[in-house]
Each structure stands twice: as structure tokens, then as C-alpha cells.
């Protein structure tokens, strides 16, 4: 005799019980299940994936900008030590508008840095001041079109930081 409902067999003991469960009930118990042995769904397993895959893409590929800009900022002082100035080709009298394009690159590059402790705050760091320097390069300096791999390099890892954020706070607030 065929039944609509799922059999489960609990035994009790020595004697064995059948029990007919309903599809409701049989969510719930599952659900109980999953719980009591911390079972995740496939779907967040995925994004447990993907979140760590992205996080290491952006870490990496923040590490290399971190020590070009290390290497960069090292020249300089370098430079400085010994000639009394950290470019001696620089022009004489530039306005000092034109000193806020490293300035703003050098601060998002730290937000990258930021970002390996805090990623939200570091990747919002990152592409805050990235587009401050993007303001002052087209507003205030040229309308030329700014270099390809930097508007390409520096704010992709902020980028994926603030992903990887956003995935793990979804996935507090679905707890």
C-alpha cells in the first residue's frame, strides 16, 4: 500500500516505531538537521568559494601595488638624502595643485593596505581617494585621458575588497 507521505523508521529501544511525516514536518526536521550538524547549503558553500578566491586575487594583487609604490616612495627619499630633493627634475614653481595626484594615488594605495584588516574601510579608502585623484587629474589638470594601467590597477583591488565585504556581511545577516 503506497503512502503520500515519507516514511522515517525511528526505533525506540528494542521495539521499532514507523512514524508518517508529512512534507512540512519533514523541512523542519531536515532544517533541525542541518542545524544541530552546522550542514550549509551548497549555495553558500559556492560563495564561501568565490569570496575566498577574490579576497586572495585582490590581496595579491594588492601586494604588488603596495611595493611598486614602496620601491616608488623609497627612490624618492633615497633621491632626497642625497641631492637635497626628491626629483631634481622636477620644474621649478609648479602649482601645487599638481601635488595632490600623488598624494591622492599614495593614500588610496594605503586604503589597499587597509584593506587586508578591514575590507570594507580599506576598499572604500582605495576607491574614494582613486576617484579624488581622477577629479583633480580631468577638473583641475588635463582633460588628456589618465594613464590605462593605473585607472585599470589601483582601484581593482578595492574593488574586490569591497565585494568580499558585502558577500560576508550578506552572509551575517542571512545567520
Same mark, same amino acid.
Given at each position: ?7 522515517? $523508521? ?23 538537521? +542541518? ?6 547549503? +551548497?549555495? $553558500?558553500? $559556492?560563495?564561501? +568559494?568565490? +569570496?575566498?578566491? @577574490? ?6 594583487? $594588492? ?36 601635488? @595632490? ?65 558585502w558577500i560576508s556581511r550578506k552572509a551575517q545577516m542571512d545567520k
Open positions: 500500500m503506497e503512502h503520500p507521505h515519507h516514511v522515517i $523508521s525511528i526505533k525506540e529501544g528494542i521495539i521499532g516505531k514507523s512514524y508518517f511525516i508529512d512534507d512540512n514536518d519533514r523541512r523542519k526536521y531536515l532544517s533541525l538537521l +542541518k542545524e544541530a550538524f552546522k550542514l550549509k547549503p +551548497k549555495g $553558500s558553500q $559556492s560563495m564561501n +568559494k568565490i +569570496k575566498f578566491r @577574490l579576497r586572495w586575487i585582490a590581496r595579491i594583487w $594588492s601586494i604588488v601595488i603596495i611595493v611598486f609604490t614602496l620601491i616608488m616612495l623609497i627612490g624618492y627619499a633615497v633621491n632626497w638624502v642625497q641631492t637635497g630633493t626628491a626629483d631634481p627634475h622636477a620644474m621649478k614653481d609648479h602649482p601645487a595643485i599638481e601635488n @595632490l595626484i600623488p598624494l591622492t594615488l599614495i593614500l588610496s594605495v594605503l586604503g589597499l593596505g587597509i584593506a587586508w584588516r578591514w575590507e570594507g574601510l580599506g576598499g572604500a579608502i582605495n576607491i574614494g581617494f582613486y576617484l579624488v585623484n581622477l577629479a583633480v587629474h580631468f577638473c583641475m589638470i588635463s582633460p588628456r585621458p589618465y594613464p590605462y594601467i593605473i585607472a585599470i590597477a589601483v582601484p581593482t583591488p578595492g574593488i574586490l575588497f569591497l565585494v568580499c565585504w
